[in-house]
């Protein structure tokens, strides 16, 4: 038999660096490891993901961990060890690092035992800090750029010699107007006209070089109509600004909407290798041919001519190396105002989290367009609603799934993804009792029937809708009458109501034997199950074999989605829990793809 070798843990906290994960620097505390575990999703489809956590035990016999010692080598800023500091778990097996969790402290609470001191260190990751986060922002509040490749937020405090480059290196320098710090919605620099020789604003001296494809963006308030305004400088040739008429214009072609009104817009140019387009507000304004010449040039932001007739504000200002989609200018512009759009569910959500402060690297940057439902519009109005709440309501709408991963991304699954991804459709492993199957213990496997997914008398509502009943009469004969209600949804009409009604009704009114959950050992087959434990995610597709012990009756499959990892790990032993839905006959999902089934299901009261 082939020898067991346990991967390899790697536990590592950034004790200098807080959530915002801004220069994180990793210190391996993997030597005072003692055990650990996390989980990740939920423990039924019906669930919302709940936020990822891991608890990690470590020896503390020497104090090192203790808050309050301020001789531990991790003491830092006079503050001690606290919470908030990121942390991140890592496993190598055969070769393969696999992330086990990403996420933050959330508590250090010391035990004291007759022959060692331990310190249990408790984690959660972005998800659950949202339960704290509500959405009661100032209209325009201030955004964070996903996927910028040089991004100044202009909020530097009165006095600062240079405005902070967040994603890149390229400091901008003020000169004669700017200033820092001005009061309102959006941390911003306001800068007034001056000489026309001299440019008042921000300026770079180093140069910065895009390439063919780029996008330039910010926001600007603005009362002034003078053709050299620069709104947002690029590559030399290329400068998005104001007209003399005070509309958004590139090289003065197609010009857009007049921004004078003293109001906040945000403004962005994209470049893509062929066409170069502007947007106003987060709409397409025009488009036009552009081939790239470069090079690079320096940046500037404000005034570049004698224009003495009142101030202008400028916040948010990026540089990206990429052209970003309509649906990402869109949502950038929906979270500056605090509002969003009637927009698909993927694009909601990425807002919504833009807007809660979750740090632009840690959103999967496919999020923006990649929801099948459409979302109602929604206001500023959303101060009572924390942005996990509300983020729940827009994945119960579209039946998606959003969870943090183990390498720290936000990601989003719509309600499609069971049916269009490889992982979801096609089996990833075989866990059984045959040869070339992945051993489980099988005490923990056992196949049961009960009434606890019953549901035969479903409603849906809207906001603002009427509530759509679906029900099913012989099942109701059956098991008696069991209703599921499911209402304040953003749906469009009663119509998608009434489909994630149908669908529900179709998978859940009749009782079905199933496996709810099947733990991995490590130790079984000399760790052969440990790439499917340490590489299987949220939705993968598994299949789960069983076998009576008895023989006496037929064996039992289920082809399953998971639904929850959760590992537990001690120097000796690595095991995974694996909680996991029968792949159903869920149709709200299908309802709309053709190419999958396009039928209303019949004998379904509506």
Known sequence: MTALTMPTIVVEVAFQDTITYSAPVWTDVTRWVLGANTTMGRQHELQQVQPSTATITLDNHDGRFSPWNTASPYYY??????????????????????DVFTGYIKSLVPTYGASRSTMTMA??????????????VNTYQALALVGATHYWPLSDTVGSPTAADLAGS??????????????????SIPVTGGNWWAHNGLHSTA?????AAWTIEGWVNTTVNVTAQYLLF?????????????????????????????????????????????YVDGQRVSSFAYTYSGPGSTVQVGFDADSSNGPSSFA????????????????????????????????????????????????????????????????????STTAMSYLNTVMTSER???????????TFLNRHYPYESTNANTSQYTFGYASGQLH????????????????????????????????????????????MSTTGLLLLDDLQSMALAQGLLLQYKDAKPRVRSMTVDSTIGAGAALPAMLGLDLLDRITINWRPIDGTTVDFSQPSLVEQITHTITPEQWTTTLAVTPVGTETFWRIDMTALDNTVPTGLGF
């Open 316 to 383: 948010q200002f990026a540089l990206c190396a990429t052209a970003r989609t309509p649906a990402q200018i869109a949502a950038l512009y929906a979270v500056g105002t605090a509002g969003f759009a009637a927009q698909d569910a993927g694009t909601r959500a990425s807002g919504v989290l833009l807007a809660a402060g979750v740090p632009s690297a840690f959103v999967s940057s496919t999020m923006a367009g990649s929801g099948v439902t459409t979302l109602e519009s929604a206001t500023s109005s959303l101060g």
């Open 77 to 98: 800023a006079g503050l001690g060890l606290t919470p908030g500091h990121p942390v991140k778990i890592k496993a190598t097996w055969l070769g393969v690092t696999y």
């Open 207 to 211: 140069t910065v070089t895009l390439g």
């Open 123 to 136: 984690c959660y990751d972005w998800l659950a800090l949202l339960n704290f986060s509500t959405l009661d």
């Open 234 to 278: 690029s590559d030399g040739l290329t400068t998005l600004d104001l007209d003399g008429f005070g509309r958004a214009r590139i090289q003065s072609v197609a010009a857009g909407p007049d921004l004078t009104d003293g109001k906040w817009h945000y403004v962005a140019a994209t470049a893509d290798g062929t066409t170069l387009t502007l």
């Open 440 to 483: 489980y213990y099988s005490a923990n496997l056992v196949p049961g029937e009960d009434d606890i997914d019953i549901w035969n008398n479903v409603n849906v509502g809207r906001n603002g809708g009427t509530t759509q009943n679906a029900f099913d009469t012989t099942s109701q004969s059956r098991y008696g009458r069991r209703t």
């Open 170 to 187: 390229v400091a901008l320098f003020p000169s004669d107007g700017a200033t820092f710090g001005a009061p309102g919605p959006f941390p």
């Open 400 to 410: 998606g799934v959003l969870y943090q991963n183990t390498s720290g991304v936000v």
